[in-house]
């Protein structure tokens, strides 16, 4: 069955969380994107796969909204509403999470005091109650626990002193915290050592594979592929989306590397 | 008082200190309106002495060790902490002693001028730890005489509250051998500031430390000029200051090292940075070394910038919205400057004032 015809049905069903169309970006007037669709539905795990430029990074901040991120051409919807008219703080409280390549470090403010700020920001923002300091650290140590994180470590300045793999850890943490809908990772394997790419596989595993979420991978390599097991691959290359597939795509690009699919596109 | 006798923008000194209304902040009269101080006190055990326009309320104090009269600030020099005159607190500790807790002292101004001294010597393996809070409006001049005599340890945290007028503070301190002096301030009101401190370094083996954070907004001027002289060898010193300015505020600190010729082996550092929150606003940062010894290890840095934009895209990623994102990300950027105080109570009360200086929520 061809994924394209798989993707149309899945369009037709009406049940799409985030629908991107011919999707066209620049950073700094250089354009990036060059017309990216993609659907995805609740209940999927997507990755995006591609060499070095090919604007696996500015999809995700396009899409998270960061500025000097501009979108020229096209459109993306959330749950039906147009992602591009909502502040970034805004995009976090419909559901959509940012999983950053370089976490921020933030002297001085600990992991509680910073989470329980954007979980309480958030639900203000959707007209929930505010979760008390004791419901929270409750539901903080919960998701530490779950994912083998110390947690004394939150009570530290969030990732301030911490290493690539904790820093990661860190924000598998948070999405636990945050529970979100949509879990855009940007590259969350890169500079991991195998326990902690096992970590944060079983992170994703654990707090995004339900049938009510769903994520979009990011990455370089198939290596975290081992451990989430993404329904459909994408390779995106020179700003464009060039092949769709199931995770036997991952493990041919692994085999054979980029070079075919940038050679065809030279052609 | 006349202008003539204050010094001006011309002096290098206080070239980014504006006392042109000095004088008329003087010339009013306190009102006297009570005001509770409640919130000021925080709770650790130790003794507490309160002062209302730079008199001594008995009734709402507790002064333990610390005597109220006569006392020598030693600033004969100072522009401004000569003007504080020679009555005010001592703190007199002996040999081995230590307070019971900090010492904490609340100062109310209620309009006018008002001027104290302050006079601290601690003997030989003293140990105290001094906070002050200076709330109200109007002028409030102090100056303070620091002496430590070999290995004892002070640690002065204040608070420089004032909803207007002016506040001004001089420190003249003497360090003794292997003694450990820490100055911690925070300016976080609505009126404008100048602090002072001269701290030599007579012991070897010594430590001085004077830093903190400076918050200003609308046309508030900041302005701390700290000098550490090193005249011993061995020794170490901290100067470590965060300037923020928002609006049309000018936020302003110079520090100096100076190491005299004998004093090798001493180990200087200096941290300015500054955080510009408008395009209106102005950071200056003056670090300055004079260096007469051969074998010292001097290290400074200096920078000036924005908030960090990556930094505040992540915030907002989490939901965060813009003004709270900048108070969390304003309060690491001071953060540094307030963890240098030693109790954890005191420390955390510091950190509540800057939070709520930056509207930050809790």
New interface residues.
């Given amino acids: 069955m061809c994924f394209d015809c798989a993707q149309h049905e899945r369009i037709w069903n009406g049940n799409v969380m985030l629908k991107i169309e011919n999707l066209h970006a620049e950073v700094d007037g250089k354009a990036i994107l060059k017309g990216i669709t993609l659907s995805i539905n609740p209940g999927e795990i997507h990755a995006i796969m591609g060499p070095n430029g090919a604007g696996k990074s500015t999809t995700a901040y396009v899409l998270?909204?960061?500025?000097?991120y501009d979108v020229t051409e096209g459109s993306a919807t959330f749950d039906g509403k147009d992602l591009f008219e909502m502040?970034?703080?805004e995009?976090?409280?419909a559901g959509l999470?940012?999983g950053?390549q370089y976490?921020?470090e933030?002297?001085?403010?600990s992991n509680l005091?910073?989470?329980r700020?954007?979980?309480n920001?958030?639900r203000k923002?959707r007209g929930e109650a505010e979760l008390s300091g004791g419901e929270f650290i409750k539901l903080a140590r919960k998701e530490a626990d779950a994912l083998g994180l110390d947690p004394e470590m939150l009570k530290r300045?969030v990732n301030v002193g911490f290493s690539g793999g904790e820093k990661k850890r860190n924000e598998m943490v948070?999405m636990g915290i945050?529970a979100p809908k949509l879990a855009i990772l940007d590259e969350t394997d890169s500079g991991l050592d195998i326990d902690a790419l096992k970590a944060v596989g079983h992170g994703i595993n654990t707090i995004m594979r339900r049938p009510d979420r769903a994520v979009l991978l990011i990455t370089h390599y198939q290596r975290l592929l081992d451990y989430v097991k993404p329904d459909f691959v994408h390779v995106l290359a020179a700003g464009r989306i060039v092949r769709t597939g199931g995770p036997e795509l991952a493990h041919e690009l692994e085999r054979e590397g980029y070079g075919q699919i940038t050679d065809e596109l030279a052609a | 008082m006349s202008l003539l006798a204050l010094p001006s923008a011309r002096d290098e000194a206080w070239r980014w200190s504006d006392l042109s209304g000095l004088p008329a902040i003087a010339d009013g009269q306190p009102t006297g309106a009570p005001r509770s101080v409640d919130d000021l006190w925080i709770d650790t055990p130790g003794p507490r002495l309160l002062f209302v326009d730079g008199v001594y309320d008995a009734s709402r104090s507790a002064p333990g060790p610390v005597r109220v009269g006569a006392a020598d600030a030693n600033a004969g020099r100072h522009a401004l902490g000569k003007l504080a005159g020679s009555t005010g607190w001592t703190l007199t500790l002996g040999r081995d002693a230590a307070t019971e807790g900090p010492v904490q002292i609340v100062h109310i101004s209620t309009g006018g001028a008002n001027h104290l001294a302050a006079d601290i010597r601690l003997d030989e393996d003293a140990q105290a730890s001094i906070v002050e809070s200076f709330v109200g409006e109007g002028w409030v001049n102090r100056a303070a005489s620091l002496r430590l005599a070999r290995s004892a340890r002070l640690m002065v945290a204040r608070r420089f509250l004032h909803e207007s007028g002016f506040q001004s503070h001089a420190d003249t301190a003497e360090i003794g051998q292997a003694a450990s002096l820490t100055i911690a301030s925070l300016v976080a009101g609505q009126a404008d500031s100048r602090l002072d401190g001269h701290l030599t370094i007579t012991g070897i083996e010594a430590f001085a430390e004077a830093g903190g954070a400076l918050l200003g907004r609308k046309k508030q001027r900041h302005d701390a000029a700290f000098v550490v002289r090193h005249a011993a060898a061995h020794g170490q010193s901290r100067q470590l200051w965060r300037a923020v300015a928002d609006e049309q505020a000018v936020t302003s600190t110079s520090a100096r090292v100076e190491v005299a010729r004998d004093a090798q082996k001493t180990d200087g550092e200096q941290s300015l940075r500054g955080l510009l929150m408008a395009r209106t606003a102005a950071v200056n940062l003056k670090p300055e070394l004079e260096i007469f010894a051969d074998d010292v290890k001097c290290g400074h840095g200096a920078t000036v910038g924005e908030l960090?934009?990556?930094?505040l895209?992540?915030?907002?990623?989490?939901?965060?919205?813009?003004v709270?994102?900048r108070a969390?990300?304003t309060?690491?950027?001071?953060?540094?400057a307030?963890?240098r105080i030693g109790e954890d109570a005191v420390r955390e009360a510091f950190e509540a004032t800057a939070n709520s200086w930056l509207g930050m929520?809790?």
Avoid: K
């Fill in positions: 998270g909204g960061r500025p000097g502040e970034p703080h995009r976090a409280a999470f940012l950053f976490p921020v933030i002297p001085g403010v005091q910073f989470l700020t954007a979980l920001a958030q923002a300045p948070q945050i | 960090d934009r990556n930094s895209f992540y915030l907002a990623s989490r939901g965060i919205p813009p709270e994102a969390i990300l309060h690491a950027f001071v953060a540094d307030l963890a929520i809790a």
